[in-house]
Every structure is written in C-alpha cells, then in structure tokens.
C-alpha cells in the first residue's frame, strides 16, 4: 500500500509496498481494512505519525477517516492491518490498554469531564485511579493546572466552565499518564472562533513538549491551520499525505472536499 512522504503528493497505489519511515514512529497504522456489509469503508490505509508532530486526518463525510481513526484508538476492531504505538502491535488491545500500556492520550468528541467535580478534582481523581500516591498527585495535578492556565480555577465547578475552558481540562486529563501521543476527536466542535485559537495554541504546546497528536475534524481549515502533515481520506483510501499547502493545492481534494478553502 502508498504512504508518500510529506513532500510528495500522489494517488494511492494498492499494488505498491508499503515504505515506513526511517525512524521508528510514535504511531504507525498499516494496511487497514473494515468492511460493513458489502461496504468497503477503509481500503488500505497507511498512515504515521513522528515524534513531537501534530498530524491531521481529514475527508469527506463517508470517506472512512473516522473510521481509521476509530481502529486507531481501539474502539472499533479492523478486518485486516496492524496498529502499533511506539514499535508495540496494540491492534488487539482495547483502547484503556492502549492508554495505559501504550502511553496513547484520548480526547473524545463528547464532553468527558465530571461536572459535578471541581477542575482540579477531575485532574486528582485520575491520578487516583492510576494508582499515583497522595503527594505525587497533588504535584502532578498543580503542574497540569499551570501547563493549561487553568490554576486560577482549580475549585470550579465543571458545570460551569466555558467551552474553552473544558477543552483545556479536557486536554490536561489525557495528560495524567503522560502519553507519547494525545489522539484529539473533533477538539474544534462547539466553540466559538476565540476558543478555537487558544485549543490551536494548546496543541501546539503539546508538540513542542515532545507529545505527538493525531486529531480529525470536521473544520478542515482550523485543522490545516494546526498541523505540521497531514492526511486526506477518499473512498476508504489515503489520497493524500501532505504538508497543508500541498494538501490545499491538489486538484482532486479541492474539487471532491476543501473547495475554495485557503
């Protein structure tokens, strides 16, 4: 199966082998097929990501990207292909196995934080479950409040967060296992234009502390605004592996799914 590289843009080839990257990446996916029914939704996908890289997963509605994603986190089982994080096949462990063996981070699209716990309680109470002794936590909770900039609301309520506000402590909860690699679900869905920034900047901050991030939106352009690769879903197959400017100027995804989006 084709994987480019981020510098060369070209249609999938399924009769050429697939090429790995010369290091040894955080996540690799390889040769992933799920079918339903008669419906061929991931035919062959290849995809990776690097260390301390913000890679993207993008296509139209039915494409199969959110299914990939989803055999890449562990919710849904492939037919055929192998997940690996950090050299380990994972591709039969579930996905709190991979949060917990395979230092993966997981940012759903649906709210996830305890509404009824205070910010910092829904950063300890984590740290709780993993085992972390009472003084550990209360280091690793404040360190977290501070990474995010969400100390000034540590005795919050979730219920009465804002959207940005959520995401950032959503962010800081998939952090408590100090993952390799944080997989971001729709982290754009449902706020406003502001918040949409900040999330961006946090992302990056992920990067730049040496965590690779995998995310798939809905929101192309924030999502090209956002990542250093990135890859395009059609019919079940990668069209594209490219930086954002290439991946904005081929034909095929401009006509079949960005249009006019620069």
């Known amino acids: 199966m084709t994987r480019t590289d981020g510098a060369t843009l070209r249609q999938p080839d399924r009769m050429e082998a697939y090429a790995p990257p010369a290091e040894r990446p955080v996540l690799e996916a390889i040769d992933l097929h799920k079918t339903y029914g008669r419906r061929h939704v991931v035919d062959g996908v290849n995809l990776y990501v690097g260390d301390s890289e913000i890679v993207g997963l993008l296509?139209?509605?039915?494409?199969?990207?959110s299914t990939s994603f989803r055999m890449i986190c562990g919710m849904v089982i492939p037919?055929?292909?192998?997940v690996y994080l950090g050299g380990q096949d994972v591709t039969d462990w579930p996905m709190f196995r991979r949060a917990r063996d395979g230092q993966m981070g997981y940012l759903p699209q649906e709210p996830s934080v305890f509404k009824k716990l205070t910010v910092e309680e829904?950063?300890?109470?984590?740290?709780?479950?993993?085992?972390?002794?009472?003084k550990a936590r209360l280091r690793r909770t404040d360190e977290l409040l501070e990474e995010f900039n969400i100390t000034h609301i540590r005795k919050s309520k979730a219920s009465g967060l804002s959207g940005g506000e959520r995401r950032r402590l959503e962010i800081a909860r998939c952090l408590v296992s100090n993952p390799r690699i944080v997989?971001?679900?729709?982290?754009?869905?449902g706020i406003d234009p502001v918040t949409v920034q900040s999330i961006q900047a946090v992302i990056k901050?992920?990067?730049?502390?040496?965590?690779?991030?995998l995310i798939t939106d809905h929101a192309a352009r924030e999502i090209l605004h956002t990542v250093?690769?990135?890859y395009v879903i059609y019919q079940g197959q990668v069209l594209i592996n490219g930086t954002p400017e290439e991946v904005k100027l081929h034909p095929k995804v401009r006509e079949e799914y960005l249009g006019d989006i620069t």
Do not use: H, T, Y
């Open 183 to 189: 997989m971001l679900d729709e982290p754009f869905a």
């Open 228 to 230: 250093d690769r990135c």
């Open 122 to 134: 829904n950063i300890s109470s984590l740290l709780e479950l993993l085992g972390v002794d009472r």
């Open 205 to 213: 901050q992920l990067r730049d502390s040496g965590i690779a991030v």
């Open 79 to 82: 037919d055929r292909g192998r």
């Open 59 to 65: 296509g139209p509605n039915g494409a199969g990207k």
